[in-house]
């Protein structure tokens, strides 16, 4: 431990100094309020450990919905533990000894970071914190003007502090930084003026306009990835990810050791340029038939819940007429029995009340018990509708994958053909060409030639039912997913509304029982 401690007691963050911590940031009332309900660091959404003599984050992992943390004003060293806080907006370890930016990886959704008074000597490792608004790394160890450039990429960085850091002292610091980073609005905490950047634009134009092209090439390929990207996850939702092509095609081969080999043959060449085509033909028909339903099964889903809302809406609104029929007369009812003249009048008032709320439980129940009726049968129908259009899908997938499969056959028994016959003149001097020699060693007899063209059309006979097992286990999946989940929003939806149902009878019960009403005479 380094000696600059030596009259200080460095501290780890643990249970003991977070619970001192939340101890001291609470008042009377959030106290009553925890000793009564409990508390879940889980809620934490700030929490302040400045001036703690911290040298070591660590166990902030249960604090995964924080949105600020102060660390400012301790002895951390190293920027760790911070992984799993991915909620963090607002993020402050000013005043440490720091040397090193990292570990910042995982906080997407900073927006304000402060670094200010610590060791750094390098900007880096900032590269996901594309949210950034307020950046404060002044009083730091900075040097390179040029390494200013780094800010370019944050594209909502509008205040940024650098004083302090041995680059400040190079004339060219103000208009450079402002040239570089051009949507800054404050800089070192001053307003940067538009005099002010019409003067560095003016003066290091020649050396932005090369970081631009730059950067707009760079984003082209950034968005044309990113478009592929969401092109692919759209084909994996409807299972033919990879069918639009040879992909599968090229796979099987990829997979089959023999397959280079047996490619050398005389004829096997246009042999295997001809099944290319018609295998890729029926990938692609494959590719376009997945796309196709999966646009009937989203269509299907969104039909159900769009019938589901207008039967939940209808009787929603049922339940509510009927309470505001109750509410209408309840206040005055109230009043009755608060101001009846006697004990035996406001008895009978009350219950009569209290069989008025009797009546509007049990209408409330039954509308509840007539709605889960009716989407039961809903329910039953979207089953077995989705169980259709799953049992069709699978179908289909199958006669084409056995499409797949003749033209694998098909091109076995040409194959082998080719390679017997091959053998035969190997055997009898009679071929017209040089085979290479890993080639010559499968023309020794019949059964090698024969064990080696097997094996090729057994590896990708695995690949083709391996690609039939993965569609056909993709939508057995989304069926038992889609129902299911129908099914438990159903029976979460009928729980929660009879809890809803049971407590606002019973808070109406409490409200009449609460009635002051004149005691009995004797």
Same mark, same amino acid.
């Given at each position: 431990?380094?000696?600059?401690?030596?009259? *200080?007691?460095?501290?780890?963050?643990?249970?003991?100094?977070?619970?001192?911590?939340?101890?001291?940031?609470?008042?009377?009332?959030?106290?009553?309020?925890?000793?009564?309900?409990?508390?879940?660091?889980?809620?934490?959404?700030?929490?302040?450990?400045?001036?703690?003599? *911290?040298?070591? *984050?660590?166990? !902030?992992?249960?604090?995964?919905? !924080?949105?600020?943390?102060?660390?400012?004003? /301790?002895?951390?060293?190293?920027?760790?533990?911070?992984?799993?806080?991915?909620?963090?907006?607002?993020?402050?370890?000013?005043? /440490?000894? +720091?040397?090193?930016?990292?570990?910042?990886?995982? !906080?997407?959704?900073?927006?304000?970071?402060?670094?200010?008074?610590?060791?750094?000597?390098?900007?880096?490792?900032?590269?996901?914190?594309?949210?950034?608004?307020?950046?404060?790394?002044?009083? $730091?160890?900075?040097?390179?003007?040029?390494?200013?450039?780094?800010?370019?990429?944050?594209?909502?960085?509008?205040?940024?502090?650098?004083?302090?850091?041995?680059?400040?002292?190079?004339?060219?610091? &103000?208009?450079?930084?402002?040239?570089?980073?051009?949507?800054?609005?404050?800089?070192? %905490?001053?307003?940067?003026?538009?005099?002010?950047?019409?003067?560095?634009?003016?003066?290091?134009?020649?050396?932005?306009?090369?970081?631009?092209?730059?950067?707009?090439?760079?984003?082209?390929?950034?968005?044309?990835?990113?478009?592929?990207?969401?092109?692919?996850?759209?084909?994996?939702?409807?299972?033919?990810?990879?069918?639009?092509?040879?992909?599968?095609?090229?796979? &099987?081969?990829? @997979?089959?050791?023999?397959?280079?080999?047996?490619?050398?043959?005389?004829?096997?060449?246009?042999?295997?340029?001809?099944?290319?085509?018609? %295998?890729?033909?029926?990938?692609?028909?494959?590719?376009?038939?997945?796309?196709?339903?999966?646009?009937?099964?989203?269509?299907?889903?969104?039909?159900?819940?769009?019938?589901?809302?207008?039967?939940?809406?209808?009787?929603?609104?049922?339940?509510?007429?009927?309470?505001?029929? %109750?509410?209408?007369?309840?206040?005055?009812?109230?009043?009755?029995?608060?101001?009846?003249?006697?004990?035996?009048?406001?008895? !009978?008032?009350?219950?009569?009340?209290?069989?008025?709320?009797?009546?509007?439980?049990?209408?409330? &129940?039954?509308?509840? +018990?007539?709605?889960?009726?009716?989407? @039961?049968?809903?329910?039953?129908?979207?089953?077995?509708?989705?169980?259709?259009?799953?049992?069709?899908?699978?179908?289909?997938?199958?006669? &084409?994958? $056995?499409?797949?499969?003749?033209?694998? $056959?098909?091109?076995?028994?040409?194959?082998?053909?080719?390679?017997?016959?091959?053998?035969?003149?190997?055997?009898?001097?009679?071929?017209?060409?040089?085979?290479?020699?890993?080639?010559?060693?499968?023309?020794?007899?019949?059964?090698?030639?024969?064990?080696?063209?097997?094996?090729?059309?057994?590896?990708?006979?695995?690949?083709?039912?391996?690609?039939?097992?993965?569609?056909?286990?993709?939508?057995?999946?989304?069926?038992?997913?889609?129902?299911?989940?129908?099914?438990?929003?159903?029976?979460?939806?009928?729980?929660?509304?009879?809890?809803?149902?049971?407590?606002?009878?019973?808070?109406?019960?409490?409200?009449?029982?609460?009635?002051?009403?004149?005691?009995?005479?004797?």
């Amino acid at each position: 431990m380094s000696h600059l401690y030596e009259n *200080i007691e460095p501290n780890t963050i643990d249970d003991e100094l977070v619970q001192k911590v939340l101890e001291e940031e609470r008042t009377e009332d959030m106290k009553k309020i925890v000793r009564r309900e409990g508390f879940n660091l889980k809620d934490l959404k700030e929490l302040q450990l400045s001036f703690r003599n *911290i040298l070591q *984050i660590a166990n !902030l992992w249960q604090f995964e919905n !924080l949105t600020k943390l102060q660390l400012d004003n /301790n002895i951390i060293e190293k920027i760790e533990g911070l992984e799993s806080l991915v909620h963090l907006v607002w993020l402050d370890l000013s005043f /440490n000894n +720091i040397e090193v930016i990292e570990g910042l990886g995982t !906080l997407v959704k900073l927006q304000d970071l402060s670094l200010y008074s610590n060791r750094i000597s390098k900007i880096e490792n900032l590269d996901t914190l594309q949210e950034l608004q307020i950046f404060s790394i002044g009083k $730091n160890n900075l040097t390179t003007l040029e390494d200013v450039v780094y800010f370019r990429r944050f594209k909502h960085l509008r205040t940024l502090n650098l004083a302090g850091n041995p680059l400040c002292d190079d004339k060219r610091y &103000m208009l450079y930084v402002v040239a570089h980073v051009p949507k800054l609005v404050y800089l070192d %905490f001053k307003l940067v003026r538009d005099s002010t950047r019409e003067e560095a634009v003016l003066q290091y134009q020649y050396h932005i306009e090369p970081l631009e092209q730059e950067e707009a090439e760079a984003l082209a390929q950034l968005e044309d990835k990113q478009a592929k990207q969401k092109e692919l996850e759209c084909h994996k939702t409807a299972f033919v990810e990879y069918l639009n092509g040879s992909f599968l095609f090229d796979s &099987m081969f990829a @997979e089959d050791t023999e397959a280079a080999k047996l490619a050398c043959l005389p004829g096997v060449d246009d042999l295997l340029q001809a099944y290319r085509e018609e %295998f890729v033909s029926v990938c692609e028909s494959l590719f376009n038939y997945g796309l196709k339903e999966h646009e009937n099964r989203e269509a299907e889903v969104s039909h159900f819940y769009e019938c589901l809302n207008e039967v939940l809406t209808a009787n929603q609104q049922e339940g509510r007429k009927r309470i505001l029929e %109750f509410e209408k007369q309840s206040k005055k009812r109230l009043e009755e029995i608060h101001n009846a003249s006697s004990y035996d009048i406001a008895e !009978l008032k009350r219950a009569r009340y209290r069989e008025d709320i009797l009546q509007l439980s049990e209408a409330l &129940m039954g509308l509840e +018990i007539l709605i889960t009726n009716q989407l @039961e049968e809903i329910l039953e129908e979207f089953k077995r509708n989705i169980a259709a259009v799953a049992s069709t899908f699978t179908e289909n997938v199958k006669g &084409m994958m $056995n499409q797949c499969r003749d033209l694998e $056959n098909h091109h076995h028994e040409k194959l082998l053909e080719i390679s017997i016959t091959t053998l035969e003149k190997s055997l009898k001097n009679e071929l017209d060409m040089d085979l290479p020699a890993a080639v010559q060693t499968l023309l020794v007899d019949k059964n090698t030639i024969v064990n080696a063209v097997n094996a090729s059309h057994g590896t990708r006979l695995q690949s083709i039912d391996k690609r039939e097992s993965d569609l056909l286990s993709n939508i057995d999946q989304w069926q038992n997913s889609v129902t299911e989940k129908a099914f438990q929003n159903e029976i979460d939806r009928n729980r929660n509304r009879v809890k809803e149902i049971i407590l606002f009878i019973e808070n109406l019960q409490e409200e009449l029982d609460s009635i002051k009403i004149p005691e009995p005479t004797e």
